[in-house]
T-cell receptor, first 114, second 113 residues
Framework: AQSVTQLGSHVSVSEGALVLLRCNYS??????LFWYVQYPNQGLQLLLK??????LVKGINGFEAEFKKSETSFHLTKPSAHMSDAAEYFC????????????FGPGTSLSVIP | KAGVTQTPRYLIKTRGQQVTLSCSPI?????VSWYQQTPGQGLQFLFE???????NKGNFPGRFSGRQFSNSRSEMNVSTLELGDSALYLC????????????FGPGTRLLVL
């Protein structure tokens, strides 16, 4: 069974500073991994997805994540935070087949301080 | 291309009533998933439909049910509402399955009094 943990339910960074959101997963099979973002009063939007093609995955809005199998991690980073990055971020894992559910982590709320 | 639409956006019901939520996926998408989002439990998977068949189901009681029509539109129903059913219900669609990019609707916020 898959599961996801996200360290830090709330992260604050200054505008222009590095954003690092942590995600660790548990999966008995090679996983598919996702990062989604949710802005207030909106649905979720996919930032990026890992499907075993490359360990460093680049997404939208300058975000990227690195898959580290030895650490079972898939941390999300962005070199320079922007005010518009303030949102809720969800890491998710799936087993990779049509019959696997996508399991979401508890989410990390990102605040950007001007 | 129009996004995923959900109706209604807001709903207030009382305990014991039933409710039906609707989701129209992106044109051409055949997989529709439903999620419940609450502050305490986060995002929890309810079920997924593909070609009018429920392909996967989360750990929710039988009061939660759904269906998908031939045009891929989907509905979910909650019977005998409980206070704990108050949540944001999100629908997501993808071309064939949940491993692809899922496109989420804005959600239906249900308040049970």
């Amino acid at each position: 069974a898959q599961s996801v943990t996200q360290l830090g339910s709330h992260v604050s960074v200054s505008e222009g500073a590095l954003v690092l959101l942590r995600c660790n997963y548990s999966s008995s099979v090679p996983p598919y991994l996702f990062w989604y973002v949710q802005y207030p009063n909106q649905g979720l939007q996919l930032l990026l997805k890992y499907t075993s093609a490359a360990t460093l995955v680049k997404g939208i809005n300058g975000f990227e994540a690195e898959f580290k199998k030895s650490e079972t991690s898939f941390h999300l980073t962005k070199p320079s935070a922007h005010m518009s990055d303030a949102a809720e971020y969800f890491c998710a894992v799936s087993g990779g087949t049509s019959y696997d559910k996508v399991i979401f982590g508890p989410g990390t709320s990102l605040s950007v301080i001007p | 291309k129009a996004g995923v639409t959900q109706t209604p956006r807001y709903l207030i019901k009382t305990r014991g009533q039933q409710v039906t939520l609707s989701c129209s996926p992106i044109s051409g998408h055949r997989s529709v998933s439903w999620y419940q989002q609450t502050p305490g439990q986060g995002l929890q998977f309810l079920f997924e439909y593909f070609s009018e068949t429920q392909r996967n189901k989360g750990n929710f009681p039988g009061r939660f049910s759904g269906r998908q029509f031939s045009n891929s539109r989907s509905e979910m129903n909650v019977s005998t509402l409980e206070l704990g059913d108050s949540a944001l219900y999100l629908c997501a669609s993808s071309l064939r399955d949940t491993q692809e990019t899922q496109y989420f609707g804005p959600g239906t916020r249900l308040l049970v009094l």
